[in-house]
């Protein structure tokens, strides 16, 4: 039998949910639980992580990670670099366009697949480094010079097949969670087999980088290593004196091993490609519909940025994080009318009660954020786009940022979303 759920669409009734205390009743995500035991990521990284000493571990350690500077700064340096190269792709298209017979059609850029492509290298980039190829091969596909693709492409286009094709192994897990089903009814048990063995393939791809990363750095002092990726920085987290400083205790925290990195680089492909690229895409799509936010957004983005070459990734960094109010502004809202992802499911893992209705142990308690952003009693006129309605609080007294739970909130609030801004905000600066 099914366990019972209960479906929170009214912001007064989640504080539980989001809490900052680890006695909470809803620490667990409830998604897949026999299939990601299955896998073992119910042990690893922190978005499945079921076991809150291992989640502890993994997210302090993580949140060093994903909040780091340096980091952060690598993530800007990389957007620039990739936005160059989509640049010149446009405009090889758009020539190749005006050289063919039909000069009078327009050359249409599908930002979409675009964006798709881009954020999937830049994640790729900023994991561990490694240059990825999607942009590249979206190019030869729609060039009208068909390029032989070099073996570069080929292997990469792999990589990035199996990476496609493990989000769909989360979502399937999701969906088919009995064990019984996945592996003796067809056909999904084709398809349980076919996502093991992307797993098990993308799990060995993952170690031969690992390992060649460890080898590198091996004997390289902290302030000689020259890469600055989450890769590097998850290997090197022990002995970075910053990770003690910021921790009250002093204790030496261990070192991830293999599997522990590998769980981590993974999880960060389901929880933060897609839904970076989506609100990339949604902030764009609005700001094109409403072209007085639009004009604003420019101008905040002259003002801030009238030469992009003469800043350092520093200064640019600093303001991209503190000096964009409207562009602040536009996100919000972007990410409000657009919520993804659109529910936050937990499990109860104790008898409970929210708003006098009892939740029995094991009930799943599903957090519909986005009907939370539509709540007509919460928001002035809700279906419409007003980024302004998280600059003045005169004018939008309801707006209050706590009823926003775009990246969640509390003990398990996304750990990503810093980052996750930083490059949407640097992509658009460039784009626009
Ligand atoms: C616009 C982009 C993003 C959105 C909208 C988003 C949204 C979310 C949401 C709603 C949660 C659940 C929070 C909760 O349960 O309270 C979450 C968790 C998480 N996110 Fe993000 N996220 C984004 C980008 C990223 C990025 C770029 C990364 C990593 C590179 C990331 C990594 C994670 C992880 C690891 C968790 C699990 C945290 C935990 O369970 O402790 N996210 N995110």
Request: proline letters at 3%; aromatic letters at 12%; a neutral charge.
């Amino acid at each position: 039998m099914r366990e019972r759920q209960i479906w929170l669409c009214n912001p007064s009734l989640v504080d539980k949910i989001f809490t900052n205390s680890t006695k909470t009743n809803f620490f667990r995500r409830s998604l897949s639980t026999q299939g990601f035991e299955e896998l073992g990521i119910d042990k690893v990284g922190i978005a499945f992580n079921r076991d809150l000493k291992s989640w502890r571990y993994n997210r302090r350690i993580l949140s060093y990670t994903l909040t780091n500077g340096r980091v952060l700064k690598e993530s800007i340096k990389i957007v620039k670099k990739l936005f160059e190269e989509i640049e010149g792709y446009w405009i090889t298209l758009n020539n190749e366009n005006n050289l063919s017979d039909k000069i009078n059609e327009e050359f249409i850029v599908d930002l979409s697949q675009w964006t798709r492509r881009f954020m999937t290298d830049l994640a790729l980039n900023l994991n561990f480094s490694e240059h990825a190829f999607s942009m590249a091969s979206y190019f030869n596909l729609l060039s009208k010079s068909k390029n032989q693709q070099s073996q570069e492409i080929i292997e990469s286009e792999k990589f990035l097949k199996s990476l496609t094709i493990w989000v769909q192994n989360i979502i399937f897990l999701m969906f088919c969670p009995s064990s019984f089903i996945r592996h003796y009814i067809p056909p999904f048990s084709y398809f349980q087999l076919k996502f093991q063995a992307n797993y098990d393939w993308l799990t060995s791809a993952f170690s031969k980088i690992i390992q060649k990363r460890m080898k590198e750095i091996e004997n390289v002092p902290l302030d000689k290593i020259q890469t600055h990726d989450i890769l590097t920085t998850l290997l090197t987290v022990n002995i970075d004196q910053d990770l003690e400083k910021n921790y009250r205790f002093g204790e030496k925290i261990r070192p991830m091993d293999e599997t522990e990195i590998a769980g981590v680089l993974l999880e960060f492909f389901v929880a933060g490609v897609e839904t970076v690229l989506t609100t990339t895409c949604f902030a764009i799509y609005y700001i094109c519909k409403h072209p007085l936010a639009k004009q604003k957004l420019i101008n905040e983005f002259d003002s801030e940025f009238p030469d992009l070459s003469l800043l350092n990734d520093k200064l640019i960094y600093e303001k991209l994080l503190n000096n964009l109010p409207y562009c602040d502004a536009i996100l919000k809202e972007t990410n409000r009318l657009g919520t993804n992802p659109p529910i936050n499911p937990r499990e109860a893992s104790n008898r409970d009660e929210i708003d006098g209705h009892i939740i029995s142990k094991g009930s799943i308690v599903v957090t519909c954020t986005d009907a939370i952003h539509l709540h007509k009693d919460y928001w002035e006129k809700p279906n419409e786009f007003i980024p302004e309605r998280f600059l003045s609080k005169e004018d939008y007294p309801l707006s209050a940022s706590q009823k926003l739970y775009t990246f969640g909130n509390g003990l398990r609030g996304c750990i990503g979303k810093q980052l996750a801004l930083i490059k949407i905000k640097a992509f658009l600066v460039l784009f626009l």
